[in-house]
């Protein structure tokens, strides 16, 4: 009321073309401030709409007063601090305020702080800080951990060791509908199968959205918690190994997506391919093609490893040790197969290591073997093996120079102890592979120029 009193009194001794300039000046800075107010209200989409009169029934926007103080401050201005709803009265003017009782009452309510970026500890050795940012612990009150899932029996041991932790569901409802309906799209695609054609291309087109699109971060628990739950069924109730090898094929689109960061979740994607590649079984027909299952996860494991290799500087001999332990002699031929062809995709250094010492003995076995058996199965997976450790000699004499084949071969059993650098690098091996080494060569020989 002040204020339009002063503007009253400073009207009467105002010239008139003080008066016309004045005005053009106010309406244009309010014209300007309601424009900005109004983009402000469209980007942050708060409009609200209401009836300018009963009886005309026009809808109109009606800003607010953030949509003001935003423009304001959008332009470097200082914001309105009054914008409450305040209607005049007629005693407003002499009625007189208590400061003291005003400041009181202002002061019970907590006015609301600014936004801004603090940091704190989410872990200090891997233990939650009890501080106000942090969610209170409740499983410090009460340790027990109950059963969140049906299928949590496949970690009962884990959860024996890890008393202390709760584990939280995850909520799709959470996610926008837009995410929603992206998941449910995706993953009908992938159980569809491939079946016809038509399903195939749409099974195809899927994939390759998945590993381009942005803005799927939130979805990535959903899809590994689904790779994860798929592949185990599958791997425990001997499941069809065509949907498992989608499954890898989708667990790579998830790899190859630049926006994606699967850090936090390795722990569930990477033991589900694991078990996909050191499976004793896999199909329960022996006609299906569960050896290139075992291939496909194998190149997956090795993409996992690049990716995250630098970060975790534990995870490739984490998955060594695991592949070792599957070409042990007691373990399944299936296995076998699935440690050397993992082996193999790590390079020469890994074949170097761990095949090479075994690598006479078991052909020799396996030689042994194939020639006693008669059942058609277990010829099928001696074969298998026998390529398999074929094409891990392979990666190691192609990838290394006669110095290191000379230096590494005249030291495995039963190799011959000749020093001839030109010829002792695959006289260790020839004995006991005979002509199966000759195409594993890395050079031009007469042998295989007659195939030219």
Known sequence: VSIFKFFQLLSKKMQNTAKTTLASLVEEHLTSLVREAICVQKHAKRARFHLTTE???IIR?????????????????????????????????????DLNAYLKREMQNRPPSELGLTMHWLSVDGTQPNIMQNPRSEHLLNPSVPRLEDHSDQFDDYKERR????????????????????????TLAIEK??????????????????????GLQELVPFFVQYLAKQLHYHVSNVGHPEHCRTLIRMARSLLENPHMH?????HQLLPAILTTVVAKNLSARATDNHWALRDDAAQT??????????????????????????IGEDRPLTTVYGGLIGIACFGPRAV?????????????????????????????????????LLTALSVFLQGTNLQEQAARLPSLPGASKDIDVDTVSHRALEDAFGDQLIPLRNEENEYNLCFV
């Open 55 to 57: 009886n005309d029934g």
């Open 163 to 186: 008393q202390g932790i709760q584990v939280r569901k995850l909520l799709p409802r959470l996610l926008s509908e837009e995410l929603q309906l992206y998941f449910a799209r995706i």
């Open 61 to 97: 926007r009606r800003l607010h007063a953030e949509d003001i103080n935003l423009a304001l401050q959008w332009r470097g201005s200082e914001k309105l601090y009054a914008t409450g709803n305040v209607l005049p009265t007629t005693n407003d003017s002499k009625k007189k305020v």
């Open 193 to 214: 199968g491939g079946s016809t054609p038509a399903d195939r291309q749409q099974q195809d087109a899927a994939l390759t959205r998945l590993a381009r699109d942005a």
């Open 352 to 388: 170097d290591a761990f095949v090479l010492p075994i690598s006479i003995d078991y052909w020799n076995l396996w030689s042994s073997k194939l020639e006693k058996s008669t059942e058609l199965i277990n010829r099928c997976e001696i074969q298998r093996c026998q390529q398999a």
């Open 301 to 326: 494991l090795r993409q996992i490893c690049d990716l995250f290799g630098d970060k975790y500087p534990s995870l490739k001999s984490t998955v060594l040790k695991t592949l070792c332990e599957a």
């Open 262 to 266: 699967l850090e936090l979740h390795l």
